[in-house]
């Protein structure tokens, strides 16, 4: 089972609101990034769990705050947004074990609307 | 510096034409991998084919091919007969041994196939 799922699929919350994107996977992974992706643009990465430890932070505003809480989960807690943080946020997998050389595989998204 | 460069920014062909979508990388390391993934209009990126520096054998899959040339560095991807589910924008990356999870995107191609 090849799959990574994401909820929810749309999300549209107030530059005061705090919210959360919730992703998992059941493949036995042991790495979770979370990107950002603006419209004709390529994803933009965030954040990487390997072995639910934080192990990259791309200098990301801690208005973006991370979970790892176990494997298979990987949250996004957001608060106070801006509306230019409007954007595909993307939640994706790998065994792991390779590092660089691993294939990562992608959930369907999370289109976030900040107003 | 790592860079991959698609140089074509928007391809359109009618229904059962072959496509090649063009991808140039930079990289210094000699162990390197080069991946491709395909983005439909539902925003999902869905994995198709990891390639490592040292293996310069053509895949085929159905009718995908790929075309690894380490002296010219293109990883060039083809769609023979195409078809209107193949409409979708292809991005091809790569990440270096060392570089730890991280993947330098090209820009994306995006791919229109006409009925």
């Known amino acids: 089972d090849t799959e990574v799922t994401q909820t929810p699929k749309h999300l549209v919350m107030g530059m005061t609101n705090k919210k959360s994107l919730k992703c998992e996977q059941h493949?036995?992974?042991?790495?979770m990034y979370w990107y950002k992706q603006k419209a004709k643009k390529p994803p933009e990465l965030m954040f990487v769990y390997s072995y639910e430890k934080l192990s990259i932070n791309e200098s990301v505003p801690s208005r973006f705050s991370p979970e790892c809480p176990n494997s298979s989960l990987l949250n996004l807690h957001l608060h106070a947004l801006q509306p230019e943080d409007s954007a595909l946020y993307l939640c994706?997998?790998?065994?792991?074990?390779?590092?660089?050389?691993?294939?990562?595989?992608f959930g369907p998204g999370t289109r976030l609307t900040v107003t | 510096a790592q860079k991959v460069t698609q140089a074509q920014t928007e391809i359109s062909v009618v229904e059962k034409e072959d496509v090649t979508l063009d991808c140039v990388y930079e990289t210094r390391d000699t162990t390197y991998y080069l991946f491709w993934y395909k983005q439909p209009p539902s925003g999902e990126l869905v994995f198709l084919i990891r390639r490592n520096s040292f293996d310069e054998q053509n895949e085929i899959s159905g009718r995908y091919s790929w075309n690894f040339q380490k002296s010219t560095s293109s990883f060039n991807f083809t769609i023979t007969a195409s078809q209107v589910v193949d409409s979708a924008v292809y991005f091809c990356a790569l990440s270096e041994a060392g570089s730890n999870y991280q993947l330098i995107w090209g820009a994306g191609t995006k791919l229109i196939i006409k009925p």
């Open positions: 493949m036995g992974h042991r790495a």
């Open positions: 994706a997998s790998s065994q792991g074990r390779g590092g660089a050389r691993d294939e990562q595989y």
